[in-house]
């Protein structure tokens, strides 16, 4: 196995190996910014500084939550592309009691009926949302 070709191929297969030895050390630490490193490391990589730069940043602490659902990306500064996911709820039918909620102005029920009419006939709710969120508005506003 002291042949050329299988001398080449192993060199190739090392130069590689080094080559993408930033993407490899991200994905293997589960980097939150792994694709970002990698993408840039295939692209710039052969510059030498870019290189360098994605191996120290694959190498740099990953900030690490405190609390067990939190995700370990966003707050350091570090990681670009992964932020803490915030869960919210969207309930259509929590209002405030009508003795809490100010009444609307016309001219702001016009307007939110104008947006209503517009989002309709964009696509984007469908004629029953249509009517419900009519209804809502003209009742707010009495």
Request: proline content about 6%; some cysteine.
């Amino acid at each position: 196995m002291n042949d050329p070709e299988s001398n080449f191929l192993l060199l190739v297969l090392v130069a590689l190996a080094i080559f993408l030895m930033p993407a490899l050390v991200a994905f293997l630490r589960r980097h939150p910014n792994r694709w970002v490193i990698f993408l840039l490391n295939v692209f710039l990589g052969a510059t030498g500084i870019v290189w360098f730069g994605c191996l120290i940043w694959a190498f740099k602490a990953i900030h690490i939550a405190a609390a067990p659902n939190r995700s370990n990306g966003g707050e350091s500064g570090l990681n670009l592309t992964a932020n803490d996911v915030v869960r919210i709820r969207f309930d259509e039918g929590a209002r405030l009691p009508p003795s809490l909620a100010p009444p609307l102005r016309a001219d702001d029920v016009l307007v939110r009926l104008e947006r209503l009419k517009k989002l309709h006939d964009d696509g984007v709710i469908d004629a029953e949302q249509f009517g419900r969120m009519r209804d809502a508005a003209l009742s707010h506003s009495s």
